[in-house]
């Protein structure tokens, strides 16, 4: 499906490299567009009417919005170019589908709540939340692989794959800041060994956030939130 | 390759199909409908979900709730993954657009439908602190708008077009549970000044000829619900 690719999104955002790694599976060319979230761009806005947050991917000037959303297109319209990142039979794509929805619902949206919580106990229960969700997950990794390989897609990555694969430089920089594990290797072996094999990967390598950048990143967010609560 | 997933899924058209719902859930509702959008029969299993099934605990481990579609030996849960497989795994009529854009469009409005909508709907209805009600009725009001100018772009009697696909099913509680809890609350949200293309539409869902097979009645519904207005009040108050 020809068509110019734009992708409108931030270097920091796990949400926008799950795009890019998806692109970049498939061999297709965009203009990456890094957008200040202190001040939209028109196109943002008037393309993510509804959240106003990135990634949109602009595919021949139409805009899609939502992470997941624009992976499972990316699968859709480009079917006949590079890997498939589904399986083909309709059950087992049901029980990717299932995973994914778990990784989004239990997984990264509990995350996400340590950085709006305002006190220390909250952010330990959150991250105990997180962490038990986690442990299931490493039930779901086994049942998606299959003994077929290291990845939620078998021996070679798929769409669960890239749906995590774009929080691993936050992984890596949550436990240089503040030492807690999130892909523990004695808690859950087969996600630490996905962790690995994923890094080694050539997209992975081209793709990922740098995790120191990500750590000065995240050290300067804490800055100004502990600043803003202090003058709450 | 090609012709041994043609066989399975030639075997798959014969196997038995049930549903493990609950009574009054509008989850259970939207695997209903699909399944008789596709004119696929099934076996419905009611539970009581104070006092769940070996059956239910041993094919949803992970959360142990409703709706949970088994095919053969299979079983899937979430219902939009549910809705997705019973569009895969039995032939035609589509609940999804067969146009990758369209499909997206569908996919990001069913959930925005179950991950934004629902709570500043709900905690509109049920808050009954003034302050915190304020904030969320905002949102809640900004978001039916959004459906509403959706709709109103669409220029079609369904979110799906000429017929009821996934968004229609995604926003069945709006169509009909939406009403319930209005009656309960003693607050309308969804009013006919203020959107009017979701009310007609709210009223061409529930009145389709597939859905209406399906739907539980409102009077039963409300005696239902009533009975957890303390309960729902009090998960208002303590939601963060």
């Not at chain 1, 992976?71 to 029980?95: C, K, W």
């Not at chain 2, 203020?194 to 399906?214: I, M, S």
Request: net charge negative; charged share 25%.
């Amino acid at each position: 499906m020809a068509g110019e690719l734009k992708l409108l999104g931030t270097w920091v955002s796990p949400f926008v490299t799950r795009a890019k790694l998806a692109l970049h599976i498939k061999g297709l060319s965009y203009e990456n567009v890094e957008e200040d979230l202190g001040n939209k761009s028109e196109l943002l806005v008037s393309s993510n009417p509804v959240y106003k947050s990135v990634p949109v991917l602009i595919h021949s000037g139409n805009p899609i919005c939502e992470s997941s959303v624009i992976v499972q297109y990316i699968n859709d319209a480009f079917a006949g170019v590079g890997p498939s990142f589904l399986p083909a039979d309709p059950y087992e794509r049901a029980v990717t589908r299932f995973w994914a929805v778990y990784v989004e619902d239990k997984v990264v949206n509990q995350w996400a709540r340590v950085f709006r919580v305002k006190t220390d106990e909250e952010r330990a229960e959150v991250m105990h939340q997180t962490l038990e969700a986690v442990e299931v997950l490493e039930g779901g990794l086994k049942e998606c692989s299959g003994g077929k390989g290291a990845f939620f897609g078998g021996d070679s990555i798929g769409y669960i794959d890239i749906l995590l694969g774009g929080l691993v430089s936050w992984v890596k920089a949550t436990e240089s800041l503040s030492g807690i594990k999130l892909i523990d290797t004695t808690k859950t072996p087969l996600l630490a060994a996905w962790m690995e094999h994923f890094c080694e990967l050539h997209v992975a390598k081209t793709i990922l956030q740098d995790v120191n950048a990500v750590v000065e990143y995240a050290k300067a967010l804490q800055a100004r939130m502990a600043d803003a609560a202090v003058n709450n | 390759a090609v012709t041994h997933h043609h066989r399975k899924q030639k075997a798959r058209m014969g196997e038995t199909v049930k549903l493990i719902g609950a009574f009054g859930s509008g989850f259970s509702h939207r695997v209903e409908v699909a399944l008789r959008l596709k004119g696929v029969s099934y076996e419905l299993i009611l539970e009581d979900l104070s006092n769940k099934s070996e059956l239910l605990l041993k094919h949803n481990p992970v959360h142990k709730l409703v709706p949970v579609l088994l095919h053969g030996d299979r079983s899937v849960a979430e219902s939009l993954v549910i809705i997705e497989y019973i569009n895969e795994a039995f032939n035609e009529p589509g609940i999804l657009p067969t146009d990758p854009y369209e499909r997206a469009e569908a996919r990001f409005w069913a959930q925005f439908i179950d991950q934004k909508f629902p709570r500043f709907f709900w905690m509109s209805l049920w808050s009954l602190d003034e302050e915190a009600r304020r904030s969320v009725l905002t949102e809640a009001k900004q978001n039916l708008s959004l459906l509403e100018a959706q709709l109103k772009a669409k220029g079609k009697r369904f979110f799906g077009g000429d017929s009821v696909g996934l968004v229609d099913i995604a926003a069945s509680a709006l169509a009909h549970w939406s009403g319930v809890f209005e009656q309960i609350c003693e607050v309308t949200l969804l009013t006919q000044e203020e959107y009017p293309e979701l009310c007609k539409w709210a009223n061409r869902y529930v009145n389709d000829d597939t859905v209406k097979q399906c739907l539980p009645s409102r009077d039963e519904l409300v005696a239902m619900f009533t009975a957890c207005k303390e309960m729902f009040r009090a998960m208002a108050a303590s939601h963060k």
